[in-house]
């Protein structure tokens, strides 16, 4: 026979597995600390690409004259300011990646636990309806 | 009013109905449009103007998620540029590229905005992405925002850098890239459309969070405002009084659009029909969940029924036989 208590129930969890659950249950996979630590390492790898392609504009861009003067150039101060900037940059978006997915965890983790009352419920259900028969 | 409340009943009991044939047609047509409008602009390769293909790419979109629909358009304009330059079309992908690495992947919910504000820019109403972002979401949309106003604009200069591409010599090359990245980098326009679209976000966001009677409504006039003042400034600084009329009436238009849209915000926003699979020991379940409809507006129609009857009784003469005049006819 059909249990509807018990549908009802299915059916509230497999439409939240569908849409907003699938990436909350995706990041409880992760405890907290590995979540944000993986999301900072990409947002400093990504950052570092980009600002590799920022500086490989900015040579371009200066290549006459870099040419021009390529013996003359004060390297170690050059190299001082694109090492500083990178540091700057990568502390900027270390920072808010570190802000931003903690924030985001959170937030998953609110709406889970929604979701694991009703599997909860959903548990006594069946041992119930287990019971019966 | 009242037929306007009628008919965003009618709509949002078709939309729950038909939802899930709705939102491909409805994605079909922004594609369409949205790759009509990049070949106009930017269309130097014939090849890919034409109609199956634009056809073809469109249908692909609307039934896959938006991302795909900005990758596209995206992967197309820089095939466009290729075919003219393939230097430019180099450098269109390394910008496209740094605004992705360092901004729009944060905001992953937001992509489809990186598409939208230039189409609309083509469309001359730009302003309603500002005053409808701060509607419907935070202040983080400011960063896709910037980036769409960065790329109309990246769009814009390219066009004019390859009507003075003659040859490809490398003094050319660098001349050419010299150019882009001037034009880029002083284009105070540009800077001024991101500060703008910016505060306009924050001004409708900050007064929509506000609780006093009307406020959606008010943030959106006061998001309008914040365009139209902010613009008009920034074209008297720049001497382009000539585009303040198109930019006035382009403001009204969006205000109006956000309205409307606004209006049948509780129609859009509704989830629609669910259909949910699911087992367990005994059965398969097929589930179709339908989502009770709100009371609102019934009573709304309600009053409606009311408000007529009792005029009617107010004017009617006592001598005549009533049961005529409550429109057995209708």
């Known amino acids: ?133 | 009013m009242l037929q306007l409340l009628e008919l965003r009943e009618r709509i949002k009991n078709f939309y729950q109905r038909y939802d899930a044939y709705l939102l491909p047609v409805v994605k079909f047509i922004f594609a369409f449009i949205a790759f009509q409008a990049i070949n106009k602009e930017i269309g130097y390769d014939e090849r890919l103007k034409s109609l199956p293909i634009i056809l073809g790419i469109s249908l692909l979109s609307a039934f896959t998620p938006s991302a795909v629909m900005v990758l596209l358009a995206a992967v197309i304009s820089v095939l466009h540029v290729y075919f003219i330059s393939p230097i430019l079309s180099v450098m269109i992908i390394v910008i496209l590229m740094i605004l992705y690495l360092l901004f729009a992947r944060y905001t992953p919910k937001y992509g489809y905005v990186l598409l939208a504000v230039p189409i609309l820019f083509l469309l001359k109403i730009p302003y309603i992405i500002p005053i409808l972002l701060g509607l419907i979401s935070t202040p983080v949309a400011m960063i896709p925002t910037s980036c769409g106003v960065i790329i109309y604009f990246l769009f814009q200069i390219i066009k004019s850098a390859i009507t003075m591409q003659v040859n490809i010599s490398i003094e050319d090359i660098i001349q050419l890239y010299t150019h882009v990245i001037d034009s880029l980098t002083g284009n105070r326009q540009m800077i001024m459309t991101v500060v703008i679209f910016s505060l306009t976000i924050m001004v409708t966001y900050f007064i929509r969070k506000m609780s006093f009677d009307y406020a959606f409504e008010i943030s959106i006039l006061a998001g309008g405002l914040t365009g139209i003042l902010g613009f008009l400034i920034s074209y008297l600084i720049l001497n382009q009084s000539k585009q303040i009329l198109s930019m006035i009436l382009g403001t009204i238009v969006s205000i109006a659009l956000v309205y409307i849209i606004h209006f049948f915000k509780l129609t859009l926003d509704y989830s629609g029909v669910e259909y949910a699979q699911f087992e367990d020991d005994v059965y398969y379940y097929y589930v179709k969940a339908v989502p009770k409809v709100t009371v609102t507006v019934p009573q709304v129609n309600v009053k409606h029924i009311n408000v007529k009857s009792t005029e009617r009784r107010e004017f009617s003469d006592p001598d005549v036989d009533e049961a005529e005049d409550y429109g057995y006819d209708e």
Request: hydrophobic share 45%; no cysteine; glycine share 6%.
């Open chain 1, 1 to 133: 026979m059909l249990n509807f208590k018990k549908i009802r129930l299915m059916t509230k969890l497999a439409v939240y597995e569908k849409k907003d659950g699938k990436e909350d249950i995706y990041l409880s996979k992760y405890y907290k600390a590995d979540y944000v630590r993986l999301q900072v390492l990409k947002s400093i790898i990504t950052a570092t690409i980009g600002y590799g392609l920022i500086i490989a504009l900015i040579v371009f861009y200066r290549m006459e004259y870099l040419i021009k003067n390529a013996v003359t150039l004060d390297y170690k101060l050059l190299g001082t300011y694109v090492l500083g900037f990178y540091i700057m940059t990568i502390t900027v978006f270390g920072l808010g990646a570190l802000i931003l997915y903690s924030m985001k965890y959170d937030a998953s983790r609110k709406k889970l636990s929604r979701y694991f009352r009703l599997l909860k419920r959903l548990e006594k259900v069946y041992n119930e309806s287990s019971h019966d028969s």
